[in-house]
């Protein structure tokens, strides 16, 4: 018989959940891994967003610093059915990991990092870029992705240099021979940088987060019907 080791996850019950929970499909969940082509692109609203469209599960395996992004993907979800799971390793310093956790007297060990018990589609929320180093022993955010078995999706903001951090993302998605569902771009549109882009990648078009001047619970239920298809 397989044996495993159940964790202490928010809404699990031992004694209830593990007669009814799908151990034979826990692997083949689906799992979407939300990375950007840098820092501040707008992750965890997108995070927020997929959450609820899909009333799926959330999860940020590594948070660094103080500011809590489950927390605040928390505070903006308004379904029910959504249950936020607990960080692999939370880091009191607002670095790339592989620094604030050698602040910490921690390094951070990809095969510690476990997925959650659900059933449930499975949100992972990313830090920073793909090439963010997690450790001093090679280990990027990439590879966190690939160790998961996630499928990526990729959110881009323009900017100067945008397009080349497009490209170059979802190149080393491709090379790691990682899933991409595909793409969502960020704030206004572009029409020039999202036509190569588009073109240059062969990624879908998942759809269009707006310039919000606010971001609340409504904001984020606005969305909901735009992204229910992914």
């Not at 992750?43 to 948070?63: G, H, N, R, S």
């Not at 029910?80 to 956790?101: C, D, G, I, N, R």
């Not at 050698?102 to 090439?131: F, H, Q, R």
């Not at 945008?162 to 793409?183: D, F, P, Q």
Request: overall charge negative; hydrophobic content about 40%; aromatic content about 6%.
């Amino acid at each position: 018989m397989r044996q495993i080791k159940l964790p202490s996850v928010p809404g699990w019950d031992r004694k209830t959940d593990a007669k009814t929970f799908d151990f034979e499909n826990y692997h083949g969940m689906r799992k979407l891994f939300i990375t950007g082509i840098g820092t501040d692109v707008g992750k965890t609203v997108a995070a927020a967003i997929l959450t609820e469209a899909l009333e799926a599960d959330y999860w940020k395996p590594i948070q660094s610093g103080a500011d809590n992004d489950k927390g605040v993907v928390q505070s903006l979800v308004s379904n029910t059915k959504s249950v936020f799971h607990p960080e692999a390793y939370s880091l009191t310093q607002p670095l790339s990991p592989h620094a604030a956790a050698e602040i910490d007297g921690v390094e951070i060990d990809l095969s510690k990092i476990i997925l959650p018990i659900t059933n449930n589609t499975l949100i992972i929320e990313g830090a920073g870029g793909l090439m963010v180093p997690l450790n001093y022993k090679g280990d990027c955010v990439i590879d966190l992705i690939k160790e998961l078995g996630a499928e990526a999706i990729l959110i881009s903001r323009h900017y100067l240099g945008s397009i080349n951090h497009t490209l170059l993302s979802a190149e080393a998605l491709k090379n790691r021979g990682i899933a991409v569902a595909g793409i969502i771009f960020n704030g206004a549109e572009n029409v020039a940088s999202e036509k190569v882009i588009l073109q240059n990648t062969g990624l879908p078009f998942l759809g269009r987060i707006n310039e919000e001047t606010t971001i609340n619970r409504d904001t984020i239920l606005s969305y909901k019907n735009r992204f229910a298809g992914i």
